[in-house]
C-alpha cells in the first residue's frame, strides 16, 4: 500500500504497536534538551533512581533564559539574573551528573537547540526528534518526524529513549506555483495559519508539499515547519531532496564515506509513494501571497501587510485581542508606528533569515523611535554572520548585534518589551506578554521587520527591496 | 498519584478561546527548578496589573474560584508552548479538570500525565455549560469511570479519553511504569538497529 513520508518514519520507529487498550512505544533517535523544561525531569530520574538510558542519542544547550548581551573583557557572557544562573547551573550538573553532552554558553556550538540540531548535522532525513519545546517541528523540514513534548515525557525519554504515543493523523499542504520577491518562508507559513487557523492541524502531523516548497532552501522550510504547532500540528515535515542533502553533506555528525552513501540510499526512499492517502489536503497557490503581518494575540490573526484590521467576528477572544492590540476593524497596518524590531527566534534567526535582513539594512538607518535587536540563532550563525560583514550591516544601521538565544521571542532573559510597547518581531508568537508583559507583537518576516525599523513604522518591504 | 474516579464541583467560567500556555503561565515564570508552588503564577497577566494590583472582576480573583475544582474555557485550550507548568499552575491552583470545546494536544498530554483532566464538549453542551455561569457558580459532576459530564440538571454528556490514560488515572498509576516494562521490547529494538 502506498504510504506517505510520515507513514514511514512512524512505522520505523515503532517498538510496540498500539492496541485497544494501550498507546504505541515509539522509539526517539535524537533528544534535545535545554535548560527550562528539563530540570524537573532529572529530578524524576534522581527519585527513581535510574540513568539516562542513551546519552548518546541526547544533546543539551542552554538558550531560553541565556543573556544575549555581549561578552565581558574575559570573554564570558555574565548572566546577571540568579533565578536564570540557577537554572543554567542545574542543567550543567545534570549533564555532568547523567553524561550527556552539553554546548554550555560560551561554547562556540550553543545556540538556540532548533537551529544547533541541523547546523550540526544531527538532524537528519527520517529520524524521531523530541525535545521539551514546541517548536521541535522546525527539524521536521529533513523529513524527520520531530515534535515538542513535556518535562513528565522528557523523563520518559531520558529513561527508556521512547514515548507513548497514539498515531496521529496526516494533513497535506501543497504550494502551487512560485512566491513572489519580497515574499518569503514566513509570510507563506503565517499565510497557511491563517487559512487553517491556530487549531486547523490539531492532532495531525502535516507534510507541506508542491513545487513552491521544493524551491525552498533547507533555512527556509525550518521557518515553515517550524511554525507548524502554530496551527496546532503534532509536527510539520518536507520530504528530503537535493536540497537537503546537499545541506547535511560535510556538518560535523552527518555520516561520510560509505555510510554517507547508504544513509542516502534509504533517504531517497522516504518521499510519500504516489497514491498515499492523507486524512486531509489543502492546496494554496504561492503567488497570490503578499508579505504577511499579525494583527491579533494568535498567530493565525495576520492579513497582507498592505491590508486592514478585519471585522470582528463578535468573540469574546477577538474583542479582547484587538483591545490589547490598541487597534480596531478596518484600521490599517502599514504605517503604524512602532517601538521595537526583533530580528530572531527558532523561526528566522539563520542565515539566510539575516542576510535578508541585511539586504534592506545595509547603507540605511534604523529611525530614530525604534530599537533594533538582531540576535543569531546560534554561535555558528553569529561568525558566519560576522564573516561576511553582516555584523557591520546591522551596528551601521544602529541595530544591537548580539549573543545567541531565543532572546525576545520569549522575553526570559532580560530582553524585553516595556508596557504597551509594540514590536515588529520575526519570532513566531504574538500571544499577551509573550515578549514581556504588556509588550504588543507583530509577527512578521525578516523583510518586513527591517524594512519597519528604517521607516519607524509598519513598512511593506517590496518597495526597498526593489530600489 | 491518587485514583481519580469522579470530580464534584461548582465550575468557573473563562469565555476566552486559545488561551495559550503564554496566558496560563507567562514565560518569565519558568526559570524555576521545581515544579510546586506554581499557582501563584496563574493568569498572571490577566489576574493582576502591572504593578501587581489584583483585578477583583477577573473570574479567578473571585471567591467561588477558591473552591471551584473545574475551568470552563474557550475552544482550543493550551495551545501554544509545551511547558508542563501550565497544567501545574492549575492544578497548584485547586484545579482538576478544564471543560472546553477542544484541547491542543501537548497541553492535553500533559495534563494527563498529571492528573488534570481535559474534557471535550459538543459547542452546544459547551454553550450550556458557559450560559449557566453564576454567580452563584453552578455546579458539575465529571466520572471518570463511565467518561460522563453531568450538570446541575441532569444533562450529561459522554466524553473522549484514550483507554491507557484513563485506566492510569482510575488505578493512580503512572504511566511510566508501562514504559520501563518495555525494556526487553527496547532492546530488542535497539539490536535490530533500525
Redesign the interface.
Known sequence: MPRTLFDKVWE??V??RES????A?L?VDLHLVHE??S??AF?MLRERGRKV?RPDRTLATMD??TPTTPRGADGRIPVT?P??A??IA?LETNCRDFEIALYALGSDRQGIVHVIGPELGLTRPGMTIVC???HTSTHGAFGALAF??????V??VL????L?A?R?GTLRIVIEGRLHPGVTAKDLILSIIATIG??GG??QVIEYAGPAIRALSMEERMTVCNMS?EA?A?AGMVAPDDTTFQYLADRPHAPRGPAWERALAAWKNLPTDEGARFDREVALEASALEPMITYGT?PGMAVPVGGAVPPSDG???TE?ALAYMGLRPGQRLLGHPIDVVFIGSCTNARLGDLRLAATVLRGRKVAANVRLLVVPGSQQVKKQAEAEGLDRVFREAGGEWREAGCSMC???NGDQLG?GQYAVSTSN?N????QG??GRTFLASPLTAAASAVAGRIADPRRLVAE | MEPIRTIASTYIVLPIDNIDTDVIIPARFLKVTERGGLGRYLFAGWRCAADGTPHPDFVLNRPEARTARVLVAGDNFGCGSSREHAPWALLDSGLRAVVSTSFASIFRNNSLKNGLLPIAVEPAFHRKMMAAAGPPAPTVTIDLETRTITLADGTSAVFPIEPFPRYCLLNGLDELSFLLGQEEAIDAYERSGS
Open positions: 520505523a520507529h517498538v510496540r485497544d487498550d494501550t498507546p512505544v522509539y527550562v523544561t530540570p524537573q529530578a538510558r531560553h533564559s539574573d533565578q536564570a540557577a537554572q542545574q521539551g519545546d514546541s515538542g513534548i513535556g518535562t513528565t515525557e523523563a520518559h529513561m527508556t529513549q521512547c507513548l497514539s496521529p491556530v487549531g490539531t492532532g504547532i496546532g503534532r494568535n468573540r469574546a477572544s479582547r520569549i522575553a526570559m508596557p508568537r500571544f499577551e506578554g509573550r508583559a504588556g
